[in-house]
């Protein structure tokens, strides 16, 4: 692993394997009358180094998708390649040390582990790889300096802003090198000035030529991103390059604190307290 957190881009010219590839996807709840079509046909492809924000509103099926990339849901038909690997081959365990090695998942509520300092909550997803002590430090270390809070590395998540502890969680996402980057409606319980903070680090990110999907309903957090697709009835209305809006000039200033405490569901419903983070790292979405 680069311990910078840089995931340098392959050589130009050089053959590269898509990081997601969705072949007629489809996901079904129940049965006959009452059966939900929450993805109907979904074909998408993301190659290394992109940055794609998913955007439609509720009932869309963008959140469903998020679940299928992320190895949480498998889809009713279709296939999916996360690097290459085809996910409806694995079963759950090996679900689960995919989820952990390949993805660094992101979300609105932080899931930060409460009385345990920031350096520490970095570490975890280190901790189930079994990776030594001595590494973990480091590059958890190192993460933390990526994202601009190695001087916060021994504070408490109480300690911490929202924006803050939201920073924490990309330098956890990233401290296992994964080949992608799933970020579920990260700036939702941020303020303005902590949002802006951290779509700069997702830009710097993707500048360092990490690959990132944001699922997001809000047009700021859209506006970043290299590419947009957008969802309606669980279909793709339109996939197109976007022009991302430039970072500020003030990157990586500290943020203020946030003022919204308000908690997300998450993926399957992951909450932020002691227990359900402990059995969300130890299931590997961490």
Do not use: W
Not at 58 to 85: E, F, H, Q
Not at 119 to 144: C, D, F, G, I
Not at 179 to 204: I, N, Q
């Amino acid at each position: 692993m680069n311990v910078t957190g840089e995931r340098l881009r392959a050589p130009e010219g050089a053959a590269m394997r898509p990081t997601i590839q969705l072949e007629g996807i489809r996901k079904t709840y129940g049965e006959g009358e009452t059966a939900v079509h929450a993805i109907r046909q979904v074909d998408l492809t993301v190659m290394p180094g992109e940055y794609v924000a998913i955007m439609g509103a509720s009932g869309s099926g963008k959140s469903t998708l998020m679940n299928i990339v992320g190895c949480l849901d498998s889809p009713s038909a279709g296939r999916y390649l996360l690097d290459g690997v085809d996910v409806r081959r694995r079963n759950e365990d090996q679900l689960s040390g995919i989820r952990n090695r390949k993805i660094g998942f992101i979300f609105q509520s932080y899931n930060m582990i409460p009385r345990t300092t920031a350096l520490s909550n970095v570490e975890l997803p280190l901790v189930y790889a079994h990776v030594s002590a001595k590494e973990r430090r480091q590059r958890a270390t190192a993460a933390l300096d990526k994202v601009g809070l190695a001087q916060r590395r021994d504070h408490m998540p109480s300690e911490l802003s929202g924006g803050q502890q939201q920073r924490v969680a990309v330098a956890r996402a990233i401290v296992t090198d994964p080949v992608l980057l799933l970020a579920d409606e990260p700036t939702g319980a941020l303020d303005s000035k902590s949002t802006a903070d951290v779509l700069d680090l997702f830009d710097e990110l993707s500048a360092a030529g990490r690959t990132i999907m944001v699922i997001t309903h809000e047009d700021e957090v859209g506006s970043r991103a290299q590419r947009l697709v957008v969802m309606r009835d669980g279909l793709v209305l339109s996939d197109n390059p976007n022009r991302p809006r430039p970072a500020r000039p003030e990157a990586q200033v500290a943020p203020a604190p946030s003022s919204s405490d308000r908690l997300a569901g998450g993926l399957r419903g992951v909450g932020s307290d002691l227990q359900q983070s402990r059995a969300a790292y130890s299931d590997g979405m961490f």
